[in-house]
């Protein structure tokens, strides 16, 4: 039997569309019903897809969905960032948070479900990705071009005040938000003014110099 499946043959563009399409049905439905297996499948059939069209456009459900989401809070929030330019880099991660912080609050209700969602053991590999991946941004927006082991510690570190920063938001509202972060850049700049003056690659370079002399025999 040929596939008439409207998703068989679809380019990717409409593929993208439609996903962002069905996240605007699931930012309405997810107030009442949850972030949930029930609202993937009410805001797929709001858009007419089928059963075998949502498994193709959302194998994960529920979990796919939180991600789109999350993605398209990254993206409000660069836009409306803007440029960098002049800041001083705490400036610049204060802004960066407080940004990325409104861009999930124009979605409040459904970003609220979406945060319980990924706050399940079940779901917390997912939350922590979403928020190194947010972290990464908000670190290239800021103008950081690490690529030794700093690229992996600020990301680190700022998702772990990312993540507690936008429950405080969801739930606490914008002002204890922003004193959390006020409190925790300060943490973040402590950090970057420690590690400024350590060489955290010498134990590679040694063991590195000491492989070779083995190889070369020069030991």
Known sequence: MTDVSPL???????????EQAVLDAAIRLAPTLGWNARMVREACAAEGLSQGDQELLLPNGPRDLAALLSRRHDSRALEALGSAEGLKIRDR???ALSARMEAGAEDLEATRKCAGFLALPTNADLGLSLA??????????SGD????WNHYSKRTILSGVLI???TLRWFEGREAAEDFVARRIDNVMAFEKWK???DFDAPVRKATEFLSKLR????
């Open 216 to 219: 070369y025999g020069t030991v």
């Open 132 to 141: 190194w991946e947010t972290a990464d941004h908000l670190w290239r927006w």
């Open 164 to 166: 507690p920063a936008l």
């Open 8 to 18: 068989s043959n679809a380019e990717p563009d409409w593929a993208d569309a439609k």
């Open 196 to 198: 400024a003056g350590k």
């Open 93 to 95: 991660i204060a802004k």
């Open 145 to 148: 071009t690490a690529t030794d």
